[in-house]
Each structure stands twice: as C-alpha cells, then as structure tokens.
T-cell receptor, first 113, second 112 residues
Framework: DTAVSQTPKYLVTQMGNDKSIKCEQNLGHDTMYWYKQDSKKFLKIMFSYNNKELIINETVPNRFSPKSPDKAHLNLHINSLELGDSAVYFC????????????FGEGSWLTVV | SQQGEEDPQALSIQEGENATMNCSYKTSINNLQWYRQNSGRGLVHLILIRSNEREKHSGRLRVTLDTSKKSSSLLITASRAADTASYFCATDAYNQGGKLIFGQGTELSVKP
C-alpha cells in the first residue's frame, strides 16, 4: 500500500554513466515532483509536473531529464553523471494548488564515483 | 532563492523536555508547513498553518506563525526518543503555483 514508491533505493555508478530513477504514486494525485537533498540536508525542488505537463524546472542542468508517461509516474533520467550529482533524490506527489500536503517517497541514494 | 531558514541547526534535549524550532522566511506566503524526516527516510507532513492563522495544535505539536516577523515556530512538548529526526519548514509563497520551498532543517536529538 505504498503511496509514493521510487526505485532504486541505492545506486552507485561511475562518472559519465547514464542512470534512471523511477517513481510511481497510487494516491490519485495530479502533481508530481523531484527534489534533491544534498549532504547538508538542504532540500531543493528540481521539477514539478501537473497532469504530465512540466510546470516547474528550477534551472537544473539539461543532463537531467524528467519524463512523465502518465500522471501516476514521473521518472528521472540523468546523463553523463558527475561527482556533484551525488545526493538523495526524492520523488513526491500532491494535489495541485496551494495548501496541499506533499507526500514523499523514501528517497534514492545516488553515489557517483 | 532559499525561502526558509531554520534555527537552531541542531538541538539536543532529554526525554520529557520541550523542543522548540524556529523558521524564518523572506517573502509573503499562502501557508507554511512543517515536515519531519527520520534518518534514511523520506519527509512526512506534520502540520500546515495558513497565513491568516496564528497558532495551530496537533497532538504534542504546537505551531505558531507571525507573518509580521516572517517567522514560525514548532514546539514539541514532552519529547520522546522517537521524536529524534530532522524537522523542516516549507513555505508556499504567493504566485509560486503551490511550489514549496524548504529550509535546511533542524536536527533534533532526544536522549532517553
């Protein structure tokens, strides 16, 4: 009965590789997000999709490409991984509009070596 | 730009004591939310306070909001070891389409 699930939970990869993180929510929400949490626990929004349409793109390098095949899924593909991409990536979802609770996945720990 | 900043960055208390965490922000908001993150886990929503509210309670949690000072506080009363976690405030600013901006969090350690 997981609400927001993302895979993989842990990912260790070499610089220059391409990797994807998948996310699915079964809450019936119409908005999904990707957040990045750095080593200092600073949580920064990367992307937001509403009904499969991109609505927020926070000056993320274009090596990061989100894809939303339907409103229950938002995957994150990262090309040419760099050391600085090492972080925890959180998928989340909510109903659209102000004042709605955001539900987070458990995070994907990405380590680039 | 980062909206919420929390204070203190780390707080260590004994079980049974109260814990107070503060959050300051820069622009006008629709609402402010508090989230909790256990080590190695995702964030969990605790409480939302709207810009026209001054105080809100949920169980052992009490949140205040002072829009004139652009600040909020989260009080956890009678803390327990299980309250050990990081606590984040998140602001929903005007004209931002519901986007939440998170602070850097307060790391709370409750010692048994």
């Amino acid at each position: 009965d997981t609400a927001v699930s993302q895979t993989p939970k842990y990912l260790v990869t070499q610089m220059g590789n391409d990797k994807s993180i998948k996310c699915e929510q079964n809450l019936g929400h119409d908005t999904m997000y990707w957040y990045k949490q750095d080593s200092k626990k600073f949580l920064k929004i990367m992307f937001s999709y509403n009904n499969k349409e991109l609505i927020i793109n926070e000056t993320v390098p274009n090596r990061f490409s989100p894809k939303s095949p339907d409103k229950a899924h938002l995957n994150l593909h990262i090309n040419s991984l760099e050391l600085g991409d090492s972080a925890v990536y959180f998928c989340a979802s909510s109903q659209s509009g102000s004042g709605n609770t955001i539900y987070f996945g458990e995070g994907s720990w990405l380590t680039v070596v | 730009s980062q909206q919420g900043e929390e204070d203190p960055q780390a707080l260590s208390i004994q079980e049974g004591e109260n814990a107070t965490m503060n959050c300051s922000y820069k622009t006008s908001i629709n609402n402010l939310q508090w989230y909790r993150q256990n080590s190695g886990r995702g964030l969990v929503h605790l409480i939302l306070i709207r810009s026209n509210e001054r105080e809100k309670h949920s169980g052992r949690l009490r949140v205040t909001l002072d829009t004139s000072k652009k600040s909020s506080s989260l009080l956890i009363t009678a803390s327990r070891a299980a309250d050990t976690a990081s606590y984040f405030c998140a602001t929903d600013a005007y004209n931002q389409g519901g986007k939440l901006i998170f602070g850097q969090g307060t790391e709370l350690s409750v010692k048994p």
